[in-house]
């Protein structure tokens, strides 16, 4: 198996730790090819940086899926899901986001879920692809932790404290039996959080690479033109 993970923000530092922690949780037969655009935003914190970070991310699908490349499947590595919708209608296999991916992974294990972000900017885009999705009804509480996206990658800031302390408020607070990482650049911080804690809080890469492996075992493609979700 091939997938195709893209970073939509510009930051290579962010795409490794994407792709480290989706290789941690393939298959030993599954193939991670990790990328992001070479222009647009740094980070995508809001409906303006979603929007600015499109034309680099549909041009790295454009060279990667109709270059020769041979893709199983394909992964946004974006929580807010950017561009989601337009790339399922087009791509020809399976695509997946990380936001997507790790709600229904939520839902799976929890009757009621929260989500955990970086910034409050972030969280009316969350809120609404929650609603489009359909399960506003299952979603507790969308909180914004008040770490930028680029603090996750700075060595020198201590962005898992923060964090961490929102995750345990929700836990508290919320009457929720998950906790959704909501964004990319905390990857790494899902199984250190479950082990210590022991409930489950889950992590949108990993979710996404299991969940589309799951897929291209099943040979299951969408229909080209079709949205989806």
Known sequence: MKILIVNPNTTAAMTRSIGEAAQSVAGSDTVIDATNPEFGPPSIQGPEDGEAALPGLFAVFEDRLRAGHDYDAAI?????????GTLKAQAGIPVLGIGEAAFHAAMMVADRFSVVTTLAISVPVIEGNIAAYGFAARCARVRASGVPVLALEDEAFDAAAPIRAE????????????????????????????DVHGFPVIDGVTAAVRMCETLIQLRLRPILGDIGS
Do not use: I
């Open 76 to 84: 946004v590595a974006c929580f807010d899901d950017t561009g989601l």
């Open 167 to 194: 995750v345990l408020k929700a836990l508290q607070e919320d009457q929720c039996g998950a906790v959704v990482l909501g964004c990319a650049g905390m990857a790494r911080l899902a199984e250190e959080f479950g």
